[in-house]
Every structure is written in structure tokens, then in C-alpha cells.
């Protein structure tokens, strides 16, 4: 027995041990990767050069002042995962190094109008509070302000509109010792947190740091929020009981909780029973659906709620796009474009032809792109005569609830129906990206990545990427919603679609 213990003893020492050894590349391996990720970005990205960001020359400058078989794929990993988020895609990543992560604080943190709270998970009653009641904000840490901290710390999201940039560093303050390993900043044990009030009065308070199995819980709004996960479990994807509790029905509001976007062919059964839900929402006095937090997934849910949504004598383009490759397309492209939706003008029907010729006549891009590298427009067109297949058009007042972490096919989502017939946008500022993504794997150094080879502009000719799309109605979180104990902006929409009840 007492073999066994200290064979699994030293083989967890060896595992252990294996993932905190640093791995170093030589220059020449480092070189070679950066050669092969610059024929990617030349010949793949869709979003390189737009915003004038030189890869090349922190490229060069990195390669300057390293010494040879000093540079950890750690240090690498970080490195590209810096640069590549200056290139404003931002379904751009870079995976495959790891950080130090053993030591974190026992508290948790989470945005308040730009201030960050301190805040302690209660596992009883399942809702946090301030940690320190009298000094709830946090203003330093070891004597570092926060302000120089934060802008370091998601070096993936680093042209993130601000406030999801924001709300997603705060979150990541918890694992301190990652934090400081991205800071190059020394860690000890104890750590001093600087802590101040309304009043700007100001109290260092010091913290004994915890490993992670007593660390706080993260303040993450997902967790808060029943069967959020449920599209990641195969036997939950289509459990009508996890389903339905979607879709609620109450005080005439008919409300759909949207976690993530749904593939038809994978959901079938919530698809069927958003359908039968419509159809019951016909004596509803308004509509909401939620898309806080939803990261993304694909457009059929956009499609399948266009059919109510849009009326059947309606035709609108809602999102055009620039593919980049060798034109012209690949067939394969233009298969990946078509399950978004997208299509060429020449393959759009007369009607839609005419209403694209009105689009482009106001249409202002942000940017003209090089028609060598890029397809011609591809355009997102909802037509209602399509769309109804014998639905109905639901013609009540729609509210889409959006958040700073309704990401990529989400916020495409909330882009895609601002502006229309008796749709309004509430909440705050969605973290927009629309990319059609490539993945790729460095020869050397084993770094994993993903770019996006499309440029998708928003009606009004903005990007989704970096910018998002705002509120025509924003409602922020308050206190309570912050601590777990209410929902703040879906009780606030509430109330003042019930004022509008009264008033009409």
C-alpha cells in the first residue's frame, strides 16, 4: 500500500513538475514560426492592415532583443497573443503555452460603473456581497494602481470594445498569480490590496493568498442562471423539461432566454419548441429575448426568429461581408458563406436585387477593400415573404436584451434586427464579432491559433469587430444584480414595458 502511495506521489510530483517546466524555443525555431504565421496573416487574415497595425515590425523588434534559448513558449505564446490582438480581430486567439496558476485571492471582483467591487461568495444563500462594506472599491494592489494593471492582464482582448474589455479583466483579477506573471511582477504570499469608498478614503488591508481549491467562486453572471450550459451536454441538448424553461409566459410578456446560438440540425427540439412558443406568444402584448452573455455559435436561430419577426412584405440587407481569398471564391467558401446566410447579388431573387441596389446607393463602409485579395460583397438579406412559411408576423413591441458578453453570432444577432420595425435594443454595449474563422498550428513552438479570413459590416457600414452595437435603451446592472439577488435589467425592461402597457 505504502508503495502505491509513493509510486502515485512521485508520478503526481512528475506530472506536476512537467506542466510548470518551462519549454525554450531557439531563435532559429522562433524565426521559422514567425515566417510561417506572416504567410498566414498576408495571405488568410481579413482583418491585417485595416486599422494601419504593423505586425511586422513587433515582429522584428522581438526577434532584436531576444537571446538565443531565453525565450519560453510561454513567453512566445504571450507575445503573439499581444500582437495578434492589435490586428482588431477579434475572433483572433492564441493557445497551446501555459501561465503560472496555483495562488489566487480568497474573494472575488466584478465592474460597477467603472469601479471594480470587492466581493465574497456566500455558498449558503448563493449570492455575494461586498467584502469589505465600508471600503467596496478596489483602487491597487501591492501598491500598483488598478489602472495600470487591468490594460495588461487579457493580452487576447486588447481592442475589445471597452466596457466588455473591462468586465472580463475585473473577473480575471481572482487568479492573482496569472495576473502578476503577465505584469512580470514578483508574488508573495501576502498581498496588499488598497481599498477605498465613495468618499475616496482609502484603507490597505492585507490578503494571505489561497490555492484553488479555496479560492472564491469567479463572479460570472452564467453560473447565476439555470441550466446556462445545457448545449453542452449531449443528453440536455434536447431534454424538453432543460428546454422549456427557456420560455416564459407572464403579466403578457412573452420571454425567451437565448444561452448560446443553436445549431437546428444538433437542437432540434428547442427549435420546435421555440416554434410552438411563437405560436402561443400570438396574445402576448410584447416580446423579449435575451442574448446576455450568449458567446455565440451560428446563425439559425437569427433565421428562425426572422420569421416572426419580420414582416412578410418586407425585405431588408442586415449585414454585408468581403471574403478574403483567390477570386474568384472557392467553392468551399462560398459553401461556409451560405451557412451564414450570405449570398452574392447575382444569387439573390429580382425583389432582392432591387433592395440591395437601395442599400449600396447609402451604404458607407468603414473600409474600400482590395478587390484582388477580396470577394465582392455578400450580403444578408431577410425577406419576409420567404421567412413566414405560414407563420405569423408578430407586430408587438420586441425587446433583445444584450450585454458587454453577447459575443460573435449573438451580437451579430442584435445587430442584425437593430433598427427594424418595432425592435428596440436594451442594455449595454454588445462585444461584436463576426470572422468566419481559420485555425492554424506553428511548426516549431506547437502555439495553436485561429484568425478570421471575413470582414463583416454592420448596416450602417461599422464593423462588428472592436465596436459591437449599442442600446437604443441602456439599462446597466445594479447592486442587486451584481450580488445575485435579482435580475436588475430583465426586471427593469419589465417595468417599463408594463409603463408603456399603462400609458398606451
Known sequence: MKRCILIFITVLSFSCYAQNENIYLTKSEIENDLKVLDDILQNKSSYQGLNGFDYRLDFRSFLETMKENTVTKSDFGLFLSKTISKIGDRHSSISGYDLPESLYFPLAFAPYHEKILVIDYDSNSKTYNNWNPEYPYLKAINSIPIEAILPLIRPGDLLAPHTSYFSYAVRDLRDIE??????KKELSQQVQMTLCNEKADEKIITVSLVPKQHRSRIWDERYNKNNFFFDLNDEQRNDKGVIEKFFVKEN????????????????????????????????????????????????????????????????????????????????????????????????????EQKIVNDFTNSFQPTYDLDKKKFSDFYYYVLNG???SNNRYHYNKPIYILANEK??????VLVSV???LPNITIVGVNTDGSSGNSERFELPNSGLKGKISTMVSFQKNGKLLDGIGTS??????????????????????LKELIQQKFRLD
Not at 178 to 183: A, I, R
Not at 256 to 269: C, N, R
Not at 321 to 330: A, D, K, T, W, Y
Open 385 to 387: 415573404k420567404k421567412l
Open 406 to 411: 453577447t459575443f460573435s453570432a449573438a451580437s
Open 178 to 183: 496569472t495576473v502578476f506573471s503577465l505584469l
Open 252 to 351: 403578457g410578456i412573452a420571454y425567451i432566454q437565448i444561452t448560446s446560438m443553436l445549431e437546428k440540425e444538433e437542437s432540434p427540439v428547442f427549435f420546435d419548441i421555440l416554434n410552438n412558443f411563437m405560436e402561443g406568444a400570438k396574445e402576448s402584448e410584447a416580446l423579449i429575448i435575451d442574448v446576455r452573455d450568449n458567446a455565440g455559435g451560428t446563425r439559425d436561430l437569427i433565421q428562425e426568429l426572422a420569421g416572426y419577426l419580420i414582416h412578410p412584405d418586407s425585405i431588408y440587407v442586415v449585414n454585408a461581408v468581403n471574403q478574403r481569398g483567390e477570386q474568384p471564391l472557392s467553392d468551399e467558401f462560398q459553401e461556409e458563406l451560405h451557412s451564414r446566410f450570405l449570398f452574392a447579388k447575382s444569387e439573390l431573387n429580382t425583389d
Open 417 to 419: 434586427f437593430k433598427g
Open 471 to 492: 442600446p437604443d435603451i441602456q439599462i446597466e446592472r445594479n447592486l442587486d444584480q451584481i450580488f445575485w439577488k435579482e435580475d436588475y435589467q430583465l426586471n427593469k
